[in-house]
């Protein structure tokens, strides 16, 4: 008979919509504070989110690895900056440099130590 305590529950649909709107707030700051990173309109930052959202599930999905900035360490890092940068050749109205996608990955990473629970 398992246990309760050590099955590992499978987040719901809830937790990627939460998840979806957290990341276009994240990327409305970051647009805003970070050099290199800009997003115009509203729909593009939530077509940026679904974008990011959907390969940061894919990355941790088939490679086992956290995608957020400053999950699994440097890695992580590494992983969400790529992540930021091909994005913006999915969604319109999106541009960012490569020095704009590390330091909206830095940014990222601070909202999402000081936002409750895990955003990007």
């Known amino acids: 008979m398992a246990d309760k305590n050590t099955e590992q529950e499978k987040p719901g649909i809830l937790h990627y919509i939460v998840r979806l709107i957290l990341v276009?707030?994240?990327l409305g700051i970051t647009s805003f504070?970070?050099?290199g990173f800009t997003i115009r309109g509203m729909w593009s930052m939530i077509l940026a989110a679904v974008?990011?959202?959907?390969i940061d599930?894919?990355?941790?999905?088939f490679?086992?690895?956290?995608?957020?900035?400053?999950?699994?360490?440097?890695k992580g890092f590494v992983i969400a900056a790529i992540?930021?940068?091909?994005?913006q050749?999915?969604?319109p109205n999106m541009k960012v440099s490569i020095?704009?996608?590390?330091l909206a990955a830095i940014v990222i990473g601070i909202i999402d130590a000081i936002i409750p629970g895990r955003v990007m």
């Open 24 to 26: 276009a707030i994240v």
């Open 33 to 35: 504070l970070t050099p």
């Open 51 to 54: 974008v990011i959202t959907v």
């Open 57 to 61: 599930v894919l990355v941790e999905s």
């Open 63 to 74: 490679m086992g690895v956290d995608a957020s900035p400053f999950g699994k360490g440097f």
């Open 83 to 87: 992540i930021i940068y091909l994005t």
């Open 89 to 91: 050749f999915l969604v």
């Open 99 to 102: 020095i704009g996608a590390i």
